[in-house]
């Protein structure tokens, strides 16, 4: 399209607007996005600013999330949750080797499957220096699945007559995004809700670790310097301010929605910048590296539920 830059200037500043709406999911501002991208309506200077909005937006996110919770959930939940993300990872980097899929690609989705999906992939992706590309391409694969999960998983539960107990655990360990968990938990029954909003919250917080791990892993390719990524400290102040300062709750509340509509802006920015050449580079493999570990662990899990190796 041949519009100058005030124009697309316009374009790109009633689009961020719109990430602050209800109906802008998150999904939702990638696509369009990448549409903006296809149509070649590029704004260079926004786009330089979607690391910071990315590592902003998760700092954020930590005011919204109850220490007293994640204790408790530590507590009946760690050892399932840190089994399930410790193979996840480790299954989806040795399919990646496999299937010869882009490194970084497969970090990023093997982290998004793991522990918390589109959060997950842009708590890593700085971390491990992703491009525009490889972060756009890992979110496609965990948002897609995620959707189908947020519909298969109740039905399957339900014809192998899951206990609420055992279907909580289930979601929350093979079921992307924490939204879908709850959503599935929330259809399937108040216990399986409760079970998998508690476990899932567990699973989260392995962005930390995870995070920490990856700085450590990528140092050589900083000449032996290991950067920490300080966006996961101010994440951890975060979160505990929120729990000694609790007269600030209202306040806490709102800086967690712009953490959230903030991670919406920046995956509308992500998918701006992408380009078609890129985009070959990510390829078929990618999706098929997503399904293939989506689809071991969610039945691995599944089988561990039914034979009682999981204790609920």
């Given amino acids: 399209m041949n519009l100058n830059q005030r124009q697309i200037q316009l374009i790109y500043f009633v689009l961020l607007a719109a990430c602050f709406m209800p109906f802008m999911s998150p999904a939702l501002a990638l696509l369009i996005g990448i ?48 089994v399930s993300v410790i193979a996840t990872i480790s299954l989806g980097l040795l399919l990646g080797k496999l299937l010869k899929v882009d490194h970084k690609i497969s970090v990023l989705i093997a982290a998004g499957t793991a522990i918390c999906g589109g959060s997950a992939i842009a708590a890593l992706a700085p971390v491990i220096k992703a491009r525009n590309f490889q972060i756009s391409f890992s979110l496609i694969v965990v948002f ?13 539960g339900h014809f192998f007559h899951l206990s609420q107990e055992a279907f909580g655990y289930w979601a929350a360990i093979a079921i992307h995004d924490t939204s879908s968990v709850v959503g599935a938990g929330a259809s399937y029954g108040a216990k399986a809700l409760e079970i998998a909003t508690t476990v899932k919250l567990t699973r989260a917080l392995w962005i930390i670790p995870v995070s920490v791990a990856f700085a450590f892993i990528d140092r050589k390719n900083e000449k032996g310097k290991i950067k920490i990524p300080w966006f996961i400290g101010l994440f951890v ?30 995956l509308l920015l992500i998918g701006s910048n992408i380009s078609i050449a890129d985009s070959k580079q990510a390829g078929l493999k990618s999706f098929v590296l997503g399904i293939v570990l989506w689809f071991s ?16």
Avoid: C
């Fill in 144 to 156: 897609v699945l995620n959707a189908l999960a947020l519909l298969l998983f109740p039905m399957i």
């Fill in 237 to 266: 102040l975060a979160l505990l301010f929120a729990h000694f300062v609790p007269q600030m709750q209202d306040t806490f509340g709102h800086l967690n929605w712009l953490g959230k509509r903030g991670m919406v802006v920046a």
């Fill in 297 to 312: 662990i969610a039945t691995l899990s599944f089988l561990a539920i039914q034979h009682h190796l999981i204790n609920y």
């Fill in 35 to 82: 549409g903006l991208s296809l149509l070649g309506l590029k704004h260079q200077k926004m786009s330089s600013f979607t690391a910071i909005v990315l590592q902003a937006s998760i700092v954020l996110m930590g005011f919204g999330m109850n220490l007293s919770q994640v204790v408790q959930a530590s507590k009946s939940g760690f050892e399932i949750t840190a």
